[in-house]
């Protein structure tokens, strides 16, 4: 019988020490990043709450009048907090105040949004929204406060923990993002029907694949080569993407495929989608920097 006794064991025995001793410590944000990040997010999310207001308006019964003034009272603060964060000086007091403000009211909203999700499941509320939507919509407003509460707090994660965060998160919305498509175009447009029923399959692998290296590599040592790999091909992926709801944009408007899109919402998709591939675009910078900063001399 072999006797095994941990507690005679070498305490150096690397093989034992818990491999979140291992990851990356925490960053500090500087002040200019702070300033920065901060500006750029309030003014691309809010007016994206902003539109989120209009779109859950457009989508309920006319019979909802109550729910209707509400997502009205909505998009009314949000073009107001919008407004604000266009002409908020590059100052650190202004901006944390600015990001304090919009997450007490992106958290109203998102409560809203999750009440509402509730009672469209149990059919206490009829209308157009897709519940999938709904929560699709309700996790955008809770990454925007946990980006802005970040930014707060001054904490800049370690970048393979980033990078891991942030491809999860948005490689969900992208494949969401392609089978709306799929389900709000005429059933007649057979070939754009499939394209973005497929992006919306390979989307769902990459975001496997990106939840598989969170399971292997969150908190763990730095191994950039799996990382920089991950952030490359949601790039390839997004481009592609962007692209063909550019397309699908500009057939729209020009009035030359049959859907049930609003125009405003196939430019809102096209938006998130620039937006995530400049988050790649700065976690690859941040990525690059750190290799060659590690790199022996
Ligand atoms: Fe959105
Ligand atoms: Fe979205």
């Given at each position: 019988?072999?006797?095994?006794?941990?507690?005679?064991?070498?305490?150096?025995?690397?093989?034992?020490?818990?491999?979140?001793?291992?990851?990356?410590?925490?960053?500090?944000?500087?002040?200019?990043?702070?300033?920065?990040?901060?500006?750029?997010?309030?003014?691309?999310?809010?007016?994206?709450?902003?539109?989120?207001?209009?779109?859950?308006?457009?989508?309920?019964?006319?019979?909802?009048?109550?729910?209707?003034?509400?997502?009205?009272?909505?998009?009314?603060?949000?073009?107001?907090?919008?407004?604000?964060?266009?002409?908020?000086?590059?100052?650190?007091?202004?901006?944390?105040?600015?990001?304090?403000?919009?997450?007490?009211?992106?958290?109203?909203?998102?409560?809203?949004?999750?009440?509402?999700?509730?009672?469209?499941?149990?059919?206490?509320?009829?209308?157009?929204?897709?519940?999938?939507?709904?929560?699709?919509?309700?996790?955008?407003?809770?990454?925007?406060?946990?980006?802005?509460?970040?930014?707060?707090?001054?904490?800049?994660?370690?970048?393979?923990?980033?990078?891991?965060?942030?491809?999860?998160?948005?490689?969900?919305?992208?494949?969401?993002?392609?089978?709306?498509?799929?389900?709000?175009?005429?059933?007649?447009?057979?070939?754009?029907?499939?394209?973005?029923?497929?992006?919306?399959?390979?989307?769902?692998?990459?975001?496997?694949?990106?939840?598989?290296?969170?399971?292997?590599?969150?908190?763990?040592?730095?191994?950039?080569?799996?990382?920089?790999?991950?952030?490359?091909?949601?790039?390839?992926?997004?481009?592609?993407?962007?692209?063909?709801?550019?397309?699908g944009l500009d057939l729209i408007k020009s009035c030359q495929i049959r859907n049930?899109?609003?125009?405003?919402?196939?430019?809102?998709?096209?938006?998130?989608?620039?937006?995530?591939?400049?988050?790649?675009?700065?976690?690859?910078?941040?990525?690059?920097?750190?290799?060659?900063?590690?790199?022996?001399?």
């Open positions: 019988m072999v006797n095994q006794d941990f507690s005679s064991m070498d305490k150096s025995d690397q093989m034992l020490i818990p491999p979140e001793t291992f990851a990356a410590p925490k960053e500090s944000l500087t002040e200019q990043l702070f300033i920065e990040r901060s500006l750029t997010e309030n003014r691309f999310w809010l007016r994206i709450m902003k539109e989120h207001a209009y779109f859950l308006g457009e989508g309920f019964s006319r019979r909802d009048k109550q729910l209707i003034q509400q997502t009205d009272r909505f998009y009314h603060f949000f073009e107001q907090q919008e407004k604000r964060a266009h002409q908020t000086p590059n100052d650190v007091t202004a901006v944390r105040k600015l990001n304090e403000d919009t997450i007490q009211l992106v958290y109203g909203f998102r409560n809203f949004k999750r009440n509402l999700l509730i009672m469209i499941v149990n059919c206490q509320v009829a209308g157009f929204n897709f519940p999938l939507l709904v929560d699709h919509i309700a996790r955008e407003a809770e990454y925007f406060m946990r980006t802005l509460k970040k930014f707060n707090d001054g904490i800049l994660e370690p970048i393979q923990d980033s990078i891991i965060k942030e491809n999860v998160f948005w490689l969900k919305i992208m494949m969401e993002h392609s089978r709306f498509i799929a389900s709000l175009l005429d059933q007649s447009e057979r070939n754009l029907v499939h394209t973005a029923s497929k992006f919306g399959d390979d989307f769902e692998v990459l975001l496997n694949q990106a939840r598989d290296v969170e399971s292997m590599l969150l908190k763990r040592k730095p191994t950039y080569p799996i990382i920089g790999k991950l952030n490359q091909d949601s790039e390839n992926a997004t481009v592609e993407l962007r692209n063909f709801k550019q397309v049930v899109i609003d125009p405003l919402l196939a430019d809102h998709v096209v938006r998130e989608a620039n937006h995530f591939l400049s988050m790649i675009h700065a976690l690859d910078k941040r990525l690059q920097e750190k290799k060659s900063a590690e790199q022996p001399k």
